[in-house]
Nanobody
Framework: QVQFAESGGGLVQPGGSLRLSCTTS????????MGWYRQAPGKQREWVAI????????RYTNSVKGRFTISRDNAKQTVYLQMNSLKPEDTGVYYC???????????????WGQGTQVTVSS
């Protein structure tokens, strides 16, 4: 069974930074693209960033381009999301998932992790 363990969220002021981590188990991690998603209060979950299995392709949703950076460590089965210049509209619960496709990003696993809460507020 595939499991995701997201961490690194918290409360940060606008303009601040956070680094999220997601450790994955139960899957051949380096064989898959990975994605970060977020769900803001009252909104549907949306994809934020994707990275292919060898990190050759990285893509970001328009609202985070230039501020967020996705990376991965296949030896640790972990994907990261470095978030800089955070804005209140970045607030939400952040999740990772294995991707079945990248154009558009399609999450492969129905059993999402608990996510990690990011709150950007002064």
């Amino acid at each position: 069974q595939v499991q995701f363990a997201e961490s690194g969220g918290g409360l940060v002021q606008p303009g601040g930074s956070l680094r999220l981590s997601c450790t994955t188990s139960g899957i051949d991690f380096d064989g898959y693209s990975m994605g970060w998603y977020r769900q803001a209060p009252g909104k549907q979950r949306e994809w934020v960033a994707i990275i292919t299995n060898r990190s050759h392709i990285k893509r970001y949703t328009n609202s985070v381009k230039g501020r967020f950076t996705i990376s991965r460590d296949n030896a640790k089965q972990t994907v990261y999301l470095q978030m800089n210049s955070l804005k209140p509209e970045d607030t939400g619960v952040y999740y990772c998932n294995v991707l079945g496709a990248i154009t558009p990003p399609v999450a492969l696993i129905d059993n999402w992790g608990q996510g990690t809460q990011v709150t950007v507020s002064s």
